[in-house]
């Protein structure tokens, strides 16, 4: 549901996406009319992001989609890039958002996470309770960011009942759950 309320509420025109990412990004760009460009991963360079990426962003980017770590590939970006990525957002007035999903199954999270970050930067990461806490079908995610008029336009983009009572209350109980995370 935020993939899609993010464009919504940035109505951005030019995205840069790589390629292959998770399809959802460029079908929410789509739905709201934005021209996507891909940077092509290749198998030549182990699917990995790499300097040359930073070139692709410019003042005409207005959303970057980026999966830490990627999906379907797997592979992890550096932190060091993601933050020279971060600063060529703010020289030229890109978004980048950042999906961290998928982030809790690496060794060591929280020294890839951008979440210390978020201040002062055009940065939005997603995160979501459905592939950690193993709760597919109740569809609960969040996202964060510094700027909280973005996160209230995405806030009226949609319904109002986007998100269960249900996945609520799980989403709660998982937050209690200390120790699960520990014994993985």
Known sequence: DLLFRLPMAVKPQR??????AFSEYEAALQLHGCHVERF?????NGFCLGEDF?????????LIFLCQPNNPTGVTTERTLLLRILERCRETGTLL????????????????????????????IFRAFTKFYGMAGLRLGYCLSADQTLLERMSQ???????SSAAQAAGIAALAEKEYGERL
């Open 15 to 20: 995205a840069l996406l790589t390629a292959p």
């Open 40 to 44: 092509l991963l290749t198998e030549e």
């Open 54 to 62: 930073i070139t692709r962003i410019t003042p005409d980017t207005d």
């Open 97 to 124: 958002a950042l999906d961290e999903c998928f982030l809790d199954f690496v060794e060591a999270p929280e020294e890839l996470s951008m979440q210390g970050v978020l201040a002062g930067n055009p940065l939005v």
């Open 157 to 163: 983009a949609g319904p109002p009942w986007a998100v």
